[in-house]
């Protein structure tokens, strides 16, 4: 049975950088995870940043900044690979991740100037399991991707 790796805030872990989590309550998530299909991770957490946290977006240039100008760019790319490692490990070719974030935004994410405007692009998490060739998945998307797992 194919495993899962999916965003922890989707599964009602309050890990995002508010503090708040962003539960999905799809029958297809509880049945996987009846099913022990799911791998969680945060890789924001995974790669040593805090809860809550400042607000972070993906600049033109990539670089992953905070509202303050932080450069936290380091810890997105460490956590991007842990959620490789974890996918190596379970033999995981599909991802369910949050849409929009700087790390698991699949089809858009933050243009970079904290304006709450959009832009089509993918976080660093999710291009890096693509370019493994796992297949990458946001909250849309679920019926999808249970459409390719039955």
């Known amino acids: 049975m194919n495993k899962i790796l999916v965003s922890a805030c989707l599964l009602g872990e309050k890990v995002r950088y508010d503090g ?54 380091n810890e997105f790319i460490s956590g991007a690979n842990k959620a490789l490692l974890l996918c190596k490990k379970y033999q995981i070719r599909y991802a369910l991740l949050k849409e929009s974030s700087p790390s698991c935004g699949s089809n858009s994410v933050y243009d970079g100037t904290f304006s709450g405007q959009k832009i089509e692009g993918m976080g660093v998490t999710a291009k890096l399991l693509q370019a ?17 797992l039955e």
């Open 20 to 73: 708040n989590c962003q539960r999905q309550h799809h029958i297809k998530l509880a049945v996987w995870q009846q099913q022990g299909r799911i791998i969680s991770i945060c890789p924001e957490v995974s790669g040593g940043l805090s809860i809550p946290r400042e607000p972070a977006e993906m600049q033109t240039d990539g670089r992953i900044i905070t509202q303050q100008r932080i450069d936290v760019t």
């Open 132 to 148: 493994h060739g796992i297949k990458v998945f946001s909250e849309q998307q679920i019926n999808e991707l249970s459409g390719l």
